[in-house]
């Protein structure tokens, strides 16, 4: 059974810093691309940044320079180090896991920028 389980969201005022942690299980990990994705209230899903299984990452520009995605294929979980935190940062982030035919979601956590 596949499960990826998110923690490390929050309330953290503007400014702030967060480090959310996918954790997996279930999968051959260092062969998947892991991705962050964030919904906020009333808007679409976006991706926010992804690392493939070679280390390689993309961002989404409104998050680049803040945002910092990393994977620890041993542990088989992945980080996403969020600093200086917006108000507009604040949704659902969800870890997905994803190779050329399976991809896997999951439940999400809440990371809330406010003062």
């Known amino acids: 059974q596949v499960q990826l389980v998110e923690s490390g969201g929050g309330l953290v005022q503007p400014g702030g810093s967060l480090r959310l942690s996918c954790s997996a299980s279930g999968i051959i990990f260092s062969v998947y691309t892991m991705a962050w994705y964030r919904q906020a209230p009333g808007k679409q899903r976006e991706l926010v940044s992804s690392?493939?299984?070679?280390?390689?990452?993309n961002y989404a520009d409104s998050v680049k320079g803040r945002f910092t995605i990393s994977r620890d294929n041993i542990k088989k979980t992945v980080y996403l180090q969020m600093n200086n935190l917006k108000p507009e940062d604040m949704a659902v982030y969800s870890c997905?896991?994803?190779?050329?035919?399976?991809?896997?979601w999951g439940r999400g956590t809440q990371v809330t920028v406010s003062s």
């Open positions: 690392i493939s299984s070679g280390g390689n990452t």
């Open positions: 997905n896991a994803m190779t050329t035919n399976r991809a896997y």
